[in-house]
């Protein structure tokens, strides 16, 4: 195991934050986890875990050794009257694996399509897009701790998923908490893709898809080159304008709050959720609140979607995280102070 020092990090996160990693470790496999646990160097100093870079922000150079997950491979494990069980290494590329699985005929991520990032992230954020959540797709995970260096597989329960959320993201806070943020490092991932397989739909920019071209009985593929299509339309390529995709989550309040809010804006745009509670479009409250194609700095707000904050300084005279965050809590207290709403980031802020 080669422990990489003062490594750059602008090309290991999409905002193409200049940053650096006072020590790296690219990890392979769990051989390499275990050579770093046997090496008294490095075995108890703090850790940080890298995927894609595709959902953090950094505010300054990473002092915790990196792991930077290279995990590769991808197989199916199971092949049921009910379902593909597809197995993915937890570097691989998101949107690849999603290919991959359509190109060998197990269809059911496509709606996922294009989403940044890697396979092992997937699960820490419980990502989402156009009707589909990793949650509805999961089947199980392999990782390991490495405060112990136990190997340890976890299934959709134990994953604790929500909305943008899961066990990877809050720390253990007493003895029957089983937080696991900072402390897993996740290797495999499987998928359960249903059979007989079925597409969703229910979306407005697929509904108009479908009415576009005609065709009301769309493959797999064709879902899945509608959803690129989509997202290419409305959000910035991230090797060409770095951002880190949705930077705030969606909102919901209760039905008494949406009437409330309506009342005062008819137009906001709000999603009746199955729990009763209503989801409320966090691109729609910063458009409202005049944030649509401002900066601060060299952090901007997306022309085209006001819920992607971007780097306008490019690889040249690129962003700081601290623009980033001015930016972001500046958009937090306009929509607070006009909706009474407070939004929550989504990315890592390192």
């Known amino acids: 195991m080669i422990v990489e020092h003062n490594v750059p990090l602008q090309q290991h996160n999409s905002f193409g934050i200049v940053a650096r990693a006072q020590h790296l470790a690219r990890i392979t496999g ?3 986890v275990a050579a770093l646990r046997a090496d008294a160097q490095w075995r108890d100093v703090p850790k940080f875990v890298l995927g894609g870079g595709s959902n ?8 915790p050794l990196v792991l930077k997950v290279e995990i590769k491979g991808l197989k199916l494990v199971e092949d049921t009257p009910r379902a593909w069980i597809v197995e993915a290494g937890a570097g691989e590329a998101w949107h690849d694996a999603v290919l991959w699985t359509l190109e060998q005929g197990y269809p059911g991520l496509e709606n996922l399509a294009l989403i940044p ?8 954020q419980n990502i989402g897009a156009y009707g589909v959540e990793l949650q509805d797709r999961f089947d199980s995970l392999d990782a390991i701790d490495l405060e112990t260096g136990r190997a340890f597989t976890l299934d959709a329960a134990q994953c604790a998923f929500g909305y943008r959320d899961s066990v990877f993201k809050h720390v253990a806070r007493g003895g029957n908490d089983f937080g696991l943020a900072g402390r897993a490092l996740i290797t495999r991932v499987r998928f359960r893709l249903p059979k007989p397989w079925r597409p969703v739909l229910g979306y407005l920019d697929l509904e108009r898809k479908m009415a576009e071209t005609g065709n009301f009985t769309p493959s797999a593929m064709d879902i899945f080159d509608w959803v690129c299509a989509i997202r290419r339309a409305k959000l910035p390529d991230w090797r060409v304008l770095g951002n880190a995709g949705s930077f705030f989550k969606n909102p919901t309040v209760t039905p008494e709050q949406c009437a409330d809010i309506i009342a005062r804006d008819p137009k906001i745009v709000h999603y009746p959720m199955a729990d009763g509670s209503i989801k409320l479009a966090a691109g729609w409250l910063i458009d409202a609140c005049g944030w649509k194609g401002k900066s601060v700095g060299n952090a901007g707000v997306y022309e085209r979607q006001a819920l992607v904050l971007v780097n306008r300084g490019g690889k040249a005279n690129p962003v700081t995280g601290g623009e980033v965050m001015t930016l972001a809590k500046a958009i937090q207290t306009s929509v ?3 909706f009474g709403i407070r939004l929550e980031p989504e990315p890592v802020v390192v």
């Open 117 to 124: 990032g890697t396979v092992g992230g997937s699960p820490v």
């Open 336 to 338: 607070y102070e006009r």
């Open 30 to 32: 769990e051989a390499d």
């Open 56 to 63: 953090i922000v950094l505010t300054g150079d990473v002092k």
